[in-house]
């Protein structure tokens, strides 16, 4: 396109040009030397929320809040040995949103693992994906060859209705359909779920959802495409499963029917590990097999109901081994471990689940679940409502249980914001492990790894959508937010952070909250404006750099300190003063010294006639620091020189 002032000295001929460069200049605005963002963007789709009363402010749902529910009934059989899973369900969806549905959007999950399928992220095994050979809505059959009635799309399929649902109607949708279980090899791990031959299955992403449809967007139309996870409505589920005799069988929700596939050992076995709090061996090796651990016949089926969840997966082997115990969230909670025998380092995960579950009830709010169990197979490391596929370790099984609060109960688009899944679920790990191994982590190696590529070309900013965050997926999504919050207790007391993310939790409990709500909740529950916060670590790259530039003596009994900000993040001021002879004392200036726009403050501070040692800035490494040579002076050493590595 055509410079303007290139157009306006061509039409009033060349000698114009010596004219307009002088006029510019003499309106050049006088910037400050650093802008300091102190606002949120607000989106359109958050905007047109808050003018609908859907959101609120102060980010607790609006007046107006809705959210659709869609409930399950699905029959389910697993051949065992062919790896085949067919099924049936009806759904019933539960039009509680205010706009007349034309269409349903349904979720085919399994479509990933087809040969042509977008993917940025990896399979196992190839297959043909998920085949839907029927599909009934409200007693009239769809045509599944007619593209303009159902039309597949990668792992989504659009169904146009012949009569649209209403605001307050309900829709009922009957499915059948069967894939096959993609096998992940020895050594490899499964993409969320998967079997190893025909001897262990983890399944999971199984039958045809319901898309998300909220009042944001509508109706969520993206692609599974294997990085970033889910977005799920909630509803509840009743599932019956079919396999052989002797299979057992761990999965979301309450065992309905205890007597029909468990035999008297196991039912009376898990009844002592609901009353205590040790582990017991319920199914040991010795007792595998159809007539010890289960019912004895030729095929069993498992039924479990769960009232309000937002998806369903389960486990099943013949060759499982079975702990459990109770754990205290507070009400009783049973406990459940499945494992192959050989694999004896889960022998502890029962302890290790219990201790996690109770930790993460106290610390975030009680857990709303009747058990969690713990499934040993290829996957190691991916969580569902109430069961989690993943390793023996305490980390690993504190961090899948952790996400029985995010987004199990607290949802959320994981497909966009990662972050309010795993971040958050890294941020209440982080505070288990460290009652669980009575040690706290270094603060100067915390961080580490965002602090090597902060600022960087291919740091994503935490508000851009999770499966296109690139290489730096993990940072954004499991990484930042956690410092983050540890940044911002730096700034309110973690104490206050803690009490005020617990009750985000709490407000919005089974609901779907945005990341706009949570910046409003935390400014709310925090009684202070905050938006210069949640700007500068969620919706920039930039990066925290303060200097020492000089401590000097202007008056008797007083130091004067001048600090530089070399990095485009605004944060407080926090400078440890050491006194020769011992005693230390903390100084504090909040953000706001700098939302002029200057980059240096000098502060002063009475000594009362003792003399300082040295003067350390971000002393526990709370901003994350990204050049922390300058960042200590010291008595009688050089003086603070440039930042030699700072990045904006």
Known sequence: MQSPVLALARAFGCAALPLLAPLRAQHAPAWPDRVVPRDIPLGPMISRAYRAGTRDSTGSPGRNYWQQRVDYAITARLDVETANLTGSETITLRNTTPDTLRQIVLRLYQNYFRAESDRNDYVTDITDGIRVSRLIIDGEPVALDDPKAYRVDGTIAIVQLASPVLPGATATLTADWEFKVPNVPPGERGERMGRWGTRLYQVAQWYPQIAMYDDLRGWDHDQYLGTAEFYNQYGSFDVRLTLPAGWLVGATGTLANPEQVLSRSTR?????????????????????????????????????????????????????????????????????????????????????????????????????????????????????????????????????????????????????????????????DAAAGADFTGQLED????????????????????????????????????????????????????????????????????????????????????????????????????????????????????????????????????????????????????????????????????????RVARVTLDPDNRFQDVDRSNNVWQAGGPAAGPSAGARN
Not at 413 to 421: S, V
């Open 268 to 428: 009376e076995r898990l009844a002592v590990a609901l009353k205590g709090d040790t582990t017991v061996r319920v199914v040991t090796a010795a007792e595998r097999g159809a007539g010890r651990a289960t019912a004895a016949d030729s095929l069993l089926t498992w039924h479990f109901t769960a009232p309000l969840v937002n998806d369903f997966a389960f486990a099943t082997s013949a060759d499982f081994v079975y702990d459990a115990t109770r754990a205290m969230t507070p009400k009783p909670t049973l406990v459940q471990v499945f494992y192959l025998p050989e694999h004896s380092s889960y022998e502890k995960s029962a302890r290790y689940a219990k201790f996690a579950l109770e930790h993460h009830a106290r610390y975030v709010m009680p857990y709303d679940f009747p058990q969690a169990t713990v499934a040993d197979g290829p996957e190691t490391g991916m969580e569902y409502p109430m069961i989690v596929f993943c390793g023996p370790g305490f980390g690993v099984i504190a961090h899948e249980l952790g996400h029985q609060w995010f987004p199990m109960m607290v949802g959320s688009n994981e497909t966009w914001y990662g972050w309010m899944d795993e971040g958050f679920n890294d941020f209440i």
């Open 443 to 610: 603060p100067m190696r915390i961080g580490e790894d965002y602090r090597r590529v902060a600022g960087s070309e291919l740091e994503p900013a935490m508000m851009w959508p999770s499966d296109f965050a690139g290489p730096l997926y993990t940072l954004q999504t499991y990484e930042k937010a956690p410092l983050a919050l540890r940044a911002l207790g730096g700034v309110v007391g973690d104490s206050a952070v803690r009490q005020a993310f617990a009750a985000y939790a709490q407000a919005w409990r089974y609901r779907h909250p945005s990341p706009w709500d949570f910046f409003m909740f935390m400014d709310h529950a925090l009684g202070q404006r905050l938006d210069w916060f949640w700007n500068a670590w969620w919706f920039t790259t930039g990066t925290f750099d303060q200097a020492i530039t000089t401590v000097s003596a202007p008056a008797r009994g007083a130091v004067r300190v001048t600090v530089a900000a070399r990095g485009s993040m605004t944060m407080p001021i926090i400078a440890r003063i050491d006194y020769v002879g011992g005693g230390t004392e903390t100084i504090t200036r909040p953000a706001s010294v700098w939302f002029s726009g200057n980059r240096m403050v000098s502060f002063s501070v009475t000594t009362r006639g003792r």
